[in-house]
């Protein structure tokens, strides 16, 4: 309708939260690797455990899992790093949100690391192509997976969060929708300045009066 307000969400990229997002995100990535440096060889060993469970269950001897050293594995599940630094660093949601992330990311990619260590198995042992397609998948996954997590959880918030919502007013004369800031420019060169004075856009100013400060 000429002559009100119009409200449209426009993405429109807040470009410093963005960047600031950005390198909270990497700055705590890069913390809570050094940390896992110290503490990965824990998570390591418990994966390894119920991994070996499995493999036991499998028909695999301790003979064969003890031959696969996988003690520095860690340095490769690396993936819970991003999955935390997502889940601490995206603004503005809320607790239960970030908490969910993580009991949702844990378990899940705790599944892929063990199972990435039992498909390595009958590659090695069998050469098995349908396990290396299943170990090369999972190293692909294995890295998306953080990601995905976090954006399947928090989606709704990016629109917030990435974008802005604009204003817009529609044209008292012929309807055309623009921002505030572009108002009297497009009454000048789309009706002539003599617009200007013409009841239509006066009365407009005067229901909008922000118009009339960007007038003066």
């Not at 993936?79 to 603004?91: D, E, R």
């Not at 623009?178 to 100013?205: N, P, Q, T, W």
Request: charged share 20%; aromatic share 14%; net charge positive.
């Amino acid at each position: 309708m000429r002559g009100e307000i119009v409200y449209r969400k426009v993405e429109v990229l807040r470009w410093k939260q963005l960047l600031l997002f950005l390198s909270a995100f990497l700055f705590a990535s890069a913390a809570f690797l050094i940390l896992w440096f110290y503490v990965g060889e824990f998570y390591q060993y418990t994966v390894f455990s119920v991994a070996a469970f499995i493999l036991n269950a499998m028909g695999y001897s301790e003979a064969q899992i003890s031959a696969v050293n996988l003690t520095r594995a860690y340095l490769a599940n690396f993936n819970l790093v991003p999955l935390i630094a997502l889940a601490v660093t995206t603004p503005r949601i809320a607790w239960m949100k970030r908490v969910k992330m993580l009991a949702i990311g844990f378990p899940v990619l705790f599944s892929l690391h063990v199972l990435d260590i039992i498909a390595h198995f009958p590659m090695y042992f069998h050469d098995s192509e349908f396990a290396r397609m299943i170990v090369y998948s999972l190293g692909v996954a294995g890295v998306a997976a953080p990601f995905i997590i976090w954006f399947a959880l928090t989606h709704d918030d990016l629109s917030y969060l990435l974008s802005e919502e604009v204003r817009k007013y529609s044209c008292p004369i012929c309807g055309a929708e623009m921002r505030g800031e572009d108002f009297l420019k497009h009454i000048k060169e789309a009706h002539g300045k003599k617009a200007l004075k013409s009841k239509k856009v006066k009365d407009f100013i005067r229901k909008h009066p922000e118009m009339q400060r960007r007038r003066l």
